[in-house]
Protein backbone atom coordinates (compact mmCIF):
# COMPACT_ATOMS: atom_id res chain seq x y z
CA UNK A 1 0.00 0.00 0.00
CA UNK A 2 1.19 3.45 -0.97
CA UNK A 3 1.45 6.30 1.31
CA UNK A 4 0.16 9.66 0.79
CA UNK A 5 3.24 11.32 -0.09
CA UNK A 6 3.97 8.73 -2.82
CA UNK A 7 0.55 8.91 -4.46
CA UNK A 8 0.99 12.31 -4.69
CA UNK A 9 4.05 11.60 -6.38
CA UNK A 10 2.85 9.20 -8.96
CA UNK A 11 -0.08 12.05 -9.46
CA UNK A 12 2.78 14.34 -10.17
CA UNK A 13 4.57 12.07 -12.65
CA UNK A 14 0.84 11.68 -14.31
CA UNK A 15 0.38 15.21 -14.75
CA UNK A 16 -2.78 15.01 -12.45
CA UNK A 17 -1.17 16.21 -9.11
CA UNK A 18 -3.40 19.22 -7.49
CA UNK A 19 -6.70 17.92 -8.29
CA UNK A 20 -8.97 16.46 -5.47
CA UNK A 21 -9.77 12.52 -5.79
CA UNK A 22 -13.18 13.10 -5.24
CA UNK A 23 -14.28 16.43 -7.03
CA UNK A 24 -11.72 16.22 -9.57
CA UNK A 25 -11.48 20.36 -8.64
CA UNK A 26 -7.85 22.21 -8.15
CA UNK A 27 -6.94 22.25 -4.88
CA UNK A 28 -6.08 25.67 -3.26
CA UNK A 29 -2.49 25.78 -4.11
CA UNK A 30 -2.43 27.40 -0.43
CA UNK A 31 -3.21 24.03 1.01
CA UNK A 32 -0.51 22.03 -1.33
CA UNK A 33 2.11 24.54 0.21
CA UNK A 34 0.72 23.27 3.17
CA UNK A 35 0.87 20.06 2.72
CA UNK A 36 1.67 19.22 -0.58
CA UNK A 37 0.65 15.23 -0.30
CA UNK A 38 -3.08 16.30 -0.09
CA UNK A 39 -5.15 14.48 -1.91
CA UNK A 40 -8.74 16.29 -1.47
CA UNK A 41 -9.86 19.88 -1.58
CA UNK A 42 -10.39 21.50 1.66
CA UNK A 43 -14.19 20.70 1.55
CA UNK A 44 -13.93 17.03 0.61
CA UNK A 45 -11.63 16.83 3.30
CA UNK A 46 -13.94 18.24 5.66
CA UNK A 47 -16.90 15.87 4.08
CA UNK A 48 -14.59 12.37 4.36
CA UNK A 49 -13.62 13.79 8.72
CA UNK A 50 -17.21 14.55 9.08
CA UNK A 51 -18.26 11.03 7.49
CA UNK A 52 -15.60 9.52 10.14
Do not use: F, V, W
Request: charge should be negative; charged fraction near 30%.
Amino acid sequence: MRTTGEHALLLLREGEYGCGENCGEEIDPRRLGGKPESLHCIRCQQLIEMAG
